[in-house]
């Protein structure tokens, strides 16, 4: 299994990078850390004719905080997002789903925003973003824009980004000091794609939630983020009986694919064990301050 | 439509300049170009472990990793391990805790565990489980693969740390 043959590009600007897709059209695909496009290109299910290299672009290559703001360029792998103290402190939901995201050679390789332009219905990083209300940069020929994760999403494997378009950027905000975070999953074995997985962050006002965010990966085509569940804790504490029905509400309408991993109640059920398991203990953690 | 690139990298301390064609996978290089074959072809799409090389210190799969990435980078595969024809205490630990059946996994289980003991010298013999986890073995020999690691971790507590058994190429 060898990749069909294409062209390798390794621009050093993002100018440089966007005329290059642009020149190649629908033959172009950007190449981050490849650890999803190369499996693909190794059995021919992908076969791009121009390969534009964002990990040359040192000026993608960041992780920052400023403005409320956890910033990652393009370039940014998943292992360094990982190991930064600001990531760490900013967006511990984001560090914990990391950790399941294939494993450690993986994440040496991978980045964070490839994923998310990737797309995969089962990733983590998605959720996440869906879940903290990411907000994602594309530059192309007509300029940058900026995609709410909320709209980034249109299916699996696919994503409102245009021919030519190249995400540079995602910036997920800073939830209040306080809050609660959870990222649970389950899969057949450590670092497989999650059978069902669920985020949840919570913010408490006394005992009141005052703020949540539910997000589930592996129960659709895309992303889901379970607003309706999310309106229901609002105003209430979130006792057991609270989140048990909040679990049920997040995971009633979906109808997840069968495979051979299971039938589709069977991952609606997961689903429904794991929004209950992580929003238990994104509340435990939000009570309990700085776990 | 032949697209090449010329390339130059560091393999086990050596310096290297070739010129690959964009598709050539780094392990189809190292194997087919360089003669290393130390690295091994096993899924072929990231999943298996056995081409496991470290790209500047960090664990990667070479087989869904392109050799023109590599530019500029310093790799380690598994012939870099021994120095002066005397095998990397981790290599001895696995011999002595026969932790090697069919030795195809070998390669990518020895860098797997030389990038943790590097992180965590004293790791608990969960840390192992779940550095390895990337890896498979097929012959199911996991627990004595454990087993050598730990040793290793001993063996390489109580050699003093100024003689090292750090490879040649690690130290750049």
Redesign the interface.
Known sequence: ????????H?PSTIAEATALLHEAGEEGRVLAG??SL??L???RLARPGH?V?V?TVRALDYIRADDGQLRIGAAARQ?AVERDQTAAARTPLLVEALHLV?????R??GTVVGSLAHADPSAEIPAVALAMGAELTAVGPRGERRIPASDFFTGPFSTALETGELLTEVSFPTWPPGTGHAFLEFAR???DFAVAGAAALVHLEGEVVDRVAIALCGVAGTPVRATEAESRLLGERPTPAAIEAAAEAATSDLAPASDIHGSSAYRRQVARTYVRRALTLAVERARGGSR | MMDRHRIALTVNGRPYEAEVESRRLLVDFLREDLGLKGAHIGCEHGVCGTCTVLMDGESIRSCITLAVQANGSSILTVEGLATDGRLHPLQEAFWDNQALQCGYCTPGMLLRAYELLREQPRPTAAQVREAIASNLCRCTGYQFIVEAVLDAATRLEAAAPSQGHEPAASRA
């Open positions: 299994m060898k990749p069909p043959p294409f062209v390798y390794a490849g650890q190369i499996p290109m190794n059995f390969l290299d990990t292992s294939g494993h450690e050679p993986i040496h390789r074995r450590h670092g």
